[in-house]
Structures are given as C-alpha cells and as structure tokens.
C-alpha cells in the first residue's frame, strides 16, 4: 500500500483543512464524488443531500460487502499548529474522519484498479452526521443502502493504540447513548424568605444526589451503565429564589433491557423528591444511537484477515466504550464488525484523545487502514480457489 500513501496524505489534509459540520458536508460529498469518478468503474450514489455510495461490481456472484466511513467534523476549534489545520473558524475534524474518508477512499482506488478479481459486490458508504443525532446512517439505512448486504464493516481511528495496531471484539463496542431533560418547577420568592417559596435548586439538588442511585445501588456492579447530570441551570440574582431548575445530562449503557429500565427508575426518583418537598417537574428521555454490538462470527473473520495481514501481534482484544455510533444503524440489516485502527504515535506526541481541540493522527496509520479493508475484501470476495483455501 506505499503506493497509494502520497494519495491517502493529500485527500486526508485536503478533508482536514476543509471541515464541515454533520448533516453540512456539501464540499465534502463533492470532493469524494470527484475523487471517486476518478478511478472508474464505481457506480456512484447520492441517496440523501450529502453523503454518497459507490458500488464496485466485481465479475459474476459473491457477497455484497458494505465498508462504511463517516465524513463529518466537529463543533471545535482547532488547537494544532499543522500546516494543514483547520481552515474554518469553530469546525475541526477532531474524531478521525477525515482519515476514515481517505482510508475508504484508497480502498476504493486499490480495489476498484482490479475488479475483475472479485466476485460479488462492494458497497462503499461515505456517511454524512456521524456525530449529531439522528445520525446519517439511519437515514442511509432507511434510503436502502443496506438492501442485500452479507455483512458490513467499518473502523475508528484510536490514538490510544499505537499505529499499526488494531482492537477489536465481538459483542458490545459502543453503548447507546441517551439524553435527558428535568425541570423541577417550585415556587419562586424572596430569598430572605425561604419559607414562602419552594426552592427548586434544593429540590434540584436532592434529585442529582438521588440519580445517583441508579448506578450505585439499582443495577448490577456487572452492568455497564452511566448516568451523568452535566448541566444544572437556575437563577437569576443572589437574592431570588428561582420558580425552576434546569437540569440535563446522558445515560450510557450496552444492554438493551438495562437501557429500558433507566428512565423508569429515574421518573420514580424525580417523582418522589420533587413529591416530598412540594415541587413538581417535566422530565424527557430521548433515545441516542443504538449500541454497537459485533457479530461473532464477522468479527472472526475480520480477525482472520488482519491476522493473516499484519500478524497476530497487531491484533488486540478492544475494550467496549462509553461512547456512541449509528455504525449500529447498518447492524439492523446485516451482521456487522466495527473495529479499531491504531493511530497514535507516543514518540511524537500523538496521543490526544478523539474530541480534543489537539487531537491528531499518525498518517502512516492510513495505508494501514486501506490494507485491512482490502485484506477483508479480498479474503471473502476474492478468487475462489483463494477462498476454498482459507475455507
Ligand atoms: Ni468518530
């Protein structure tokens, strides 16, 4: 892959310098599309306003393979001082996924160059929204893109893992990462008289403390679960009881069933403080993205080719995160395996975490990246007597 590395380096500084916000990535689609149309061969997609799929038919049947990239960047301002760093005032790919779109890309060049060779189809899925809810892939999904799939792939940029490593596991990679909204509402009044008002920060910070049960005493140690209030807002003055509290936070989790029992647990709490002390309150759960949970038997043979690939050394069991990804959207409709691609680099202080305003990768991480897709591809949509062998 030394080949295609000046290739992968000029697209991703390219994405990198030119950022644009989920569900705004216009110049973005239009630099993929162009890339693509490119190399060949690739029918090209638009199903939603940003966003695309290519299509590489290879000769005659096989299995249809989605690998899919997201293409969006943060709200973040850029700390780097690269030569190439963000262009755009607030906006920075600070998760990686300009280095995903160009590691998709040179997949596509590599595999579309010799379609001849596969049998079967490969779906490349440049996902627009990654980042904000309701997320792109759910609307790719909905578009069809899914239709057919055998199985599905897609990998993260982790600088926590040195580069020319990857972490994967089956079963949970994400949690599902919900959101909540309570306003306990009281009675507002003179702050010299906080008998004739019902403070609805006391009462506020009475449900915070309580929340915190759910974690600690409702659920099992086993069990993977975050409840965190990270915004409290009230007040006006310091000599003003408020008539409210505003509070707002997110609840992590892998297991579905622990997921459906959190905002029932956490109404019967706000319920019964708010009750207790006079106050009463609103209370909205939305639902995020769902969690990502690998298929075993997808992430054997992921496992298999990068093995095979870079050896068994490269390969490590990943830890399941707190964070989301609507990777899960594509899981709905075929078994899937979403895995990590070591981007970090100790020794030249690349180990800022994924959202950090100096958050960076290792270039030499993309034809890492192009590798393992076309590993994958090639081992299950390669020449027969290849795959009877590895069979
Ligand atoms: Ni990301």
């Known amino acids: 892959m030394a080949a295609i590395q000046p290739d992968l380096v000029a697209w991703r500084r390219h994405l990198h310098q030119h950022p644009e916000p989920s569900f705004a990535e216009y110049e973005t689609t239009a630099f993929i599309e162009e890339t693509l149309s490119g190399f060949g061969g690739l029918a090209i997609e638009r199903p939603a306003k940003t966003g695309l799929v290519a299509t590489l038919r290879g000769q005659g049947p096989g299995l249809v393979v989605a690998i899919r990239a997201d293409i969006d960047a943060l709200p973040i301002e850029e700390e780097n001082r690269l030569d190439f760093r963000s262009s755009r005032p607030g906006v920075m790919h600070a998760c990686g996924h300009d280095g995903h779109t160009a590691m ?76 909540f909204r309570i306003v306990v509402r009281g009675l507002g009044g003179h702050a010299a008289d906080p008998h004739r008002a019902v403070d609805p920060i006391a009462v506020a910070a009475e ?49 579905p069933a622990l997921r459906a029992g959190v905002p029932v647990w956490m109404e019967r709490i706000i319920r019964g403080v708010t009750e207790a002390h006079g106050a009463s309150y609103e209370f909205s759960y939305l639902n995020g993205y769902r969690s990502v949970v690998n ?97």
Request: some cysteine; proline content about 6%; charged content about 20%.
């Open 207 to 255: 449900v915070v403390s309580n929340l915190q049960m759910v974690v600690a005493r409702y659920t099992s140690p086993q069990d993977a679960l975050v409840l965190s209030v990270t915004r409290f807002i009230a007040g006006t003055a310091d000599n003003i009881i408020p008539g409210s509290a505003e509070l707002g936070g997110t609840v992590r989790s892998f297991d």
């Open 295 to 391: 298929d075993e038997a997808v992430t054997g043979l992921v496992r298999r080719s990068l093995v095979g690939c870079f050896g068994a050394d490269a390969v490590v069991e990943a830890v399941p995160l707190m964070a989301g990804e609507d990777f899960s959207a594509y899981q709905t409709k075929a078994p899937g395996c979403f895995y990590q691609v070591g981007c970090g680099n100790q020794a030249e202080g690349i180990t800022f975490p994924l959202h950090h305003p100096r958050f960076t990768l290792d270039e030499a991480s993309l034809p890492v990246g192009v590798s393992a897709f076309v590993a994958c591809i090639t081992d299950w949509l390669g020449e027969p007597d290849r795959l009877s062998a590895l069979a």
């Open 104 to 179: 998709l890309l040179g997949a596509a060049k590599v595999l579309s160059a010799r379609p001849e060779r596969l049998h079967g189809e490969v779906r490349f899925i440049f996902q627009h929204a990654e980042e904000q809810l309701p997320g792109g892939a759910e609307e790719l999904v909905r578009a069809g893109v899914m239709t057919g799939v055998d199985r599905v792939i897609g990998a993260h940029m982790e600088p926590g893992l040195p580069v020319g490593t990857f972490a994967l596991r089956s079963g949970p990679v994400t949690a599902s990462p919900d959101t």
